[in-house]
């Protein structure tokens, strides 16, 4: 038996619960691995509240990370002993995912430990200092560079948000933070982020198009602040979207795109093709380092997750939520 996080849904409605699991409930995989430490991403906490049909199959482990050691492998591709680390491939939403102290995994998800991080400094990092990563090369990939100019970061306090100021500002760019939280300008300056502006200059219904600010930017948010944030960037420039934190919406027009040439580049960290995987974690384990990490991420044992997790979606956390999985 072990420990995890069940969400049910049944006559009695939709619940999540710390229960004490059996390794015969797990689903099929050929990797059986001890989860050391997992984290709580915002769609974690959608799922664990049910605030977003998040979860489509039940019952489920929620945790769309983990970081591990290998107990079991039918795949000679892992062994006994192994260090593994996974993030994304609908864990925690279709599958079991982290937030149990095992889990049993297709051994394609999986990829090895990166050299140079602990499982504890990997889940530090994470989804969303993985997609993060995945942002920068999106923007590298159409040619922004910091001698462009200014780069914009919007949720700047969540995770995605911290990490991508941290690694735009460690390569090399001047880095513009959107918060709606700016009592944290403190933290984000920390970090790196050369100027601190109000969410609120982005978040309501704006011009199709405005003045040329940015010379490429880093959103999460979506919706208008994501309209306002095209509107606003510079002939040539990129925006990589990757979150919905203020609505799936995008209530723009197409004139950043057809008379600056504006690219808005999508980025997936879900399904992301393993070579574009390994090269993201590869890159973060080369640029963050022990002290960065501790500035992002706070650590909370299993027990604590669901009551977090409701503080999450409430805007009450900042950065990374590491969770301590592995009992003592």
């Known amino acids: 038996m072990f420990k995890g996080i069940l969400i049910e849904k049944d006559d009695n409605g939709y619940r999540a619960e710390l229960k004490e699991l059996a390794e015969l409930q797990l689903p099929e995989g050929e990797v059986l691995v001890r989860v050391e430490y997992s984290t709580l991403n915002y769609k ?7 605030k977003s049909p998040v979860v489509r199959r039940f019952p489920m482990v929620p945790g769309v990370d983990l970081a591990g050691t290998v107990e079991d492998s039918s795949d000679p591709a892992f062994k006994p002993g192994d260090r593994v680390v996974l993030n ?10 982290g937030l149990a102290e095992k889990a049993r995994l297709k051994s394609e998800w999986l990829m090895p430990l990166p050299e140079g991080l602990s499982v504890r400094q990997a889940m530090a990092v994470g989804t969303a200092g993985y997609t993060a990563m995945l942002c920068v090369m999106a923007l590298e990939r159409q040619g922004v560079t910091p001698d462009q ?3 914009l970061v919007t949720g700047a306090n969540g995770g995605v948000g911290s990490f991508a100021v941290q690694l735009l500002a460690k390569l090399g760019y001047r880095v513009v933070a959107s918060t709606g939280r700016p009592q944290e300008a403190d933290y984000l300056k920390s970090l790196g982020a050369a100027e601190i502006i109000d969410r ?4 309501e219904p704006g011009k199709p198009l405005q003045r040329e600010r940015w010379a490429g930017a880093i959103d999460s948010v979506g919706s208008h602040t994501l309209a306002n944030v095209c509107a606003g ?13 203020q609505g799936m919406d995008f209530p723009a027009t197409v004139a950043p ?3 600056r040439g504006v690219t808005l580049a999508g980025v997936d960290s879900v399904m992301c093709p393993m070579p574009k995987r390994v090269e993201a974690w590869n890159r973060l384990a080369g ?5 960065a990490l501790d500035n992002i991420a706070h650590e ?7 009551d977090t997790a409701r503080d999450l979606l409430d805007g009450k956390v900042r950065g990374r939520v590491i969770v301590k999985v592995a009992q003592a």
């Open 300 to 306: 909370i044992g299993l027990e604590q997750a669901i």
């Open 149 to 151: 100019g200014e780069v």
């Open 200 to 203: 609120a200059e982005l978040s």
């Open 233 to 245: 960037t510079r002939y040539g420039g990129a925006v990589a979207a990757c979150g919905l934190a």
């Open 257 to 259: 795109f057809i008379l």
């Open 287 to 291: 640029l963050v380092d022990a002290p």
């Open 44 to 50: 974690d906490g959608l799922a664990i509240t049910g």
């Open 88 to 97: 994304g491939w609908g864990v925690g939403e279709v599958h079991w995912g």
